[in-house]
């Protein structure tokens, strides 16, 4: 056989050969890419395949390597996928003879990507075709390349102006543009004309958690991190997703959702503030409490060496400074904790004389003081019915005051609201806008506190009252029964302080209202539990004294500094089974 013969024998073999294709698949979003289909691919990635593998089939050529982006936008070249096919193309130039892709606009979708990916292709003598395109090397299938590549990035942009507008008009409205975060759902529904609607409630769930998150580390007992193991152990979790599990809450979540305003009921976008339709999970002045809390702990947070459940609360009385643990070895080996003063430890406070003083006498000491001025049932009923009578006569004093600060929160909000339209308006820049927002939420947040008391001066106090007298209702022997968690928390609903004073004696300094409630006659309450078992008769001028005592409540216990939230009197969590109260029986 002759050469000649030889070359059209091997040019005949090489065009029955099939050709090689490389096959570029892209959806845009993960939610594409998630939406049913199977194997994570949704419904569009499958049938980018199948149109993928008919060209090819139409052009005498197999699919020989496949690359997916699933979830990447076309507006950068910066894909994972994409560059891997590159490389693939560049490391097998020999071997690859086209690149098939949907349409252009999965490929890229400005037109510098284009050009690049264009050149490259090029240099590696591999065709580029579309499935839906009429795309080849010919002067009109590059010309047509060329319309289709700069209307895919006029197609980008445009969607891109027309998403950020939408989105700017739906916040306007109070809507949530983007997925809501823990505590709430993004759900869709149909109208009564049939029409969908996209809005936002509250995960029945996870909301509950969410809140006492709030409440709790307003109080500032709380680290970020002990509370999101606390609130992990009460069952909050992160919502699961097709690619990522529910796991228990940590405290990187945690703060996440500590510092978001959307839970105060605001959506905040471009960095202006606007006022949501979702429900709001705290009040204003939680939020901001919790802010300022956070705000204190910007030096990082510690975990307390020596924990015991008396610390935070007992204060050295001759300088004021926080009594600390410590532990002395005796000769024997025997450690004794003590508790002693921090600002003489530390030398701060160099004039203090203050002794150490035994764990255990203290907490004996503590014990005394709660059977001192423990309730009765009988003296318990005594006193609310007393000020429950009294509380009612005092309605109509605050009615006045509470319409003045009601028409000032609502000169407030058309102000705010005359300040969103001047800025849509562009009558004034970003930065005076949300200067002037935070300027309004303050005075707002203490506006709506004070609204707060005064509706639980009309609505909540007389509930407050009888949950701090169910507190302290025989809460010498609750005291001693419930573990160290809840004593911790009892002394912190009780006392603002407790006093260890030079002799190593403890004295209470109570918090609102149990000051008010107490104070006035926390001598007749030690009388009382001192002559109660004389019985009934005997008691009957120390009730007359304590009815003329605790009128002063009324003088000062309804001021509204001093009145708490009724959930400030409740020292258990929604994790909690029963109340400190069930573990007698």
């Known amino acids: 056989m002759s050469f000649s013969t030889n070359n059209m024998m091997e040019a005949f073999v090489a065009d029955m050969s099939p050709k090689f294709a490389v096959s570029y698949l892209r959806v845009s979003t993960r939610g594409q890419a998630e939406r049913g289909g199977g194997a994570d691919e949704g419904f569009s990635i499958p049938a980018q395949r199948e149109a993928n593998k008919r060209k090819a089939l139409s052009m005498g050529a197999?699919?020989?390597?496949?690359?997916?982006?699933?979830?990447?936008?076309?507006?950068?070249?910066?894909?994972?996928?994409?560059?891997?096919?590159?490389?693939?193309?560049?490391?097998?130039?020999?071997?690859?003879?086209?690149?098939?892709?949907?349409?252009?606009?999965?490929?890229?979708r400005n037109r510098g990507d284009d050009i690049d990916i264009m050149r490259t292709l090029r240099e590696c003598g591999v065709q580029l075709v579309s499935a839906s395109e009429s795309i080849d090397d010919t002067p009109a299938g590059m010309l047509l390349h060329g319309i289709m590549s700069s209307i895919a990035e006029f197609y980008s942009q445009n969607l891109a102006n027309e998403v950020k507008k939408g989105m700017g008009e739906k916040v306007k409205s109070g809507g949530t543009p983007t997925r809501a975060p823990l505590g709430y759902l993004n759900i869709r529904r149909m109208d009564d004309k049939g029409r969908e609607e996209r809005t936002v409630v509250l995960d029945e769930e996870r909301a509950p958690l969410i809140k006492l998150a709030f409440e709790e580390y307003a109080t500032g007992n709380w680290t970020v991190n002990d509370l999101a193991e606390h609130l992990a152990a009460c069952g909050l979790t992160t919502r699961a997703t097709p690619r990522i599990p529910s796991v228990p809450v940590d405290k990187?979540?945690?703060?996440?959702?500590?510092?978001?305003?959307?839970?105060?009921?605001?959506?905040?976008?471009?960095?202006?503030?606007?006022?949501?339709?979702?429900?709001?999970?705290?009040?204003?002045?939680?939020?901001?409490?919790?802010?300022?809390?956070?705000?204190?702990?910007?030096?990082?947070?510690?975990?307390?060496?020596?924990?015991?459940?008396?610390?935070?609360?007992?204060?050295?009385?001759?300088?004021?400074?926080?009594?600390?643990?410590?532990?002395?070895?005796?000769?024997?080996?025997?450690?004794?904790?003590?508790?002693?003063?921090?600002?003489?430890?530390s030398k701060r406070e160099k004039d203090c004389k203050q002794k150490a003083v035994l764990i255990d006498e203290v907490e004996r000491q503590v014990e005394q003081i709660y059977d001192r001025y423990s309730l009765s049932p009988e003296l318990r009923k005594y006193l609310e019915k007393y000020l429950q009578a009294n509380i009612k006569a005092e309605q109509e004093k605050y009615e006045t005051e509470l319409d003045g600060l009601r028409r000032e929160k609502d000169k407030l909000e058309r102000k705010r609201k005359k300040l969103l339209e001047a800025h849509y308006n562009d009558a004034i820049p970003l930065d005076l806008m949300k200067s002037e927002q935070q300027k309004i939420a303050k005075q707002l947040a203490a506006i709506e506190h004070q609204i707060k008391i005064y509706g639980q001066t009309f609505a909540g106090v007389s509930e407050s009252i009888s949950k701090a007298l169910e507190l302290i209702e025989d809460c010498g022997l609750t005291y001693r029964l419930v573990d160290d968690r809840y004593k911790k928390m009892l002394n912190q609903a009780i006392f603002s302080k407790l006093w260890v004073g030079e002799d190593g004696n403890v004295t209470a300094e109570f918090r609102e209202p149990f000051n008010m409630l107490i104070g006035p006659i926390k001598g007749e309450i030690a009388h009382y539990n001192k002559e109660k078992a004389r019985g009934a008769e005997a008691l009957t001028d120390i009730f007359s004294v304590i009815a003329n005592r605790i009128s002063h409540f009324f003088g000062h216990g309804l001021n509204n500094d001093n009145l708490v939230d009724a959930n400030g009197l409740e020292p258990l969590t929604p994790c909690t089974s029963s109340r400190c109260s069930s573990q007698l029986s």
Request: proline letters at 4%; one cysteine or more; glycine letters at 8%.
């Open 62 to 108: 197999i699919v020989g390597k496949e690359f997916v982006d699933r979830g990447a936008s076309a507006k950068s070249a910066d894909r994972p996928e994409l560059q891997k096919m590159l490389e693939y193309v560049k490391e097998n130039a020999d071997r690859v003879d086209y690149v098939i892709v949907h349409k252009v606009d999965r490929l890229a």
């Open 252 to 345: 990187r979540v945690l703060n996440t959702v500590l510092v978001n305003p959307y839970y105060k009921g605001v959506v905040t976008y471009k960095g202006v503030e606007y006022a949501g339709n979702h429900p709001a999970l705290v009040a204003t002045d939680v939020w901001q409490q919790v802010q300022d809390v956070l705000a204190s702990h910007v030096n990082g947070e510690r975990t307390r060496e020596h924990p015991h459940f008396l610390k935070g609360s007992l204060y050295c009385r001759q300088c004021g400074s926080r009594m600390i643990v410590t532990y002395a070895k005796a000769r024997s080996g025997v450690r004794y904790p003590y508790f002693i003063c921090a600002g003489r430890h």
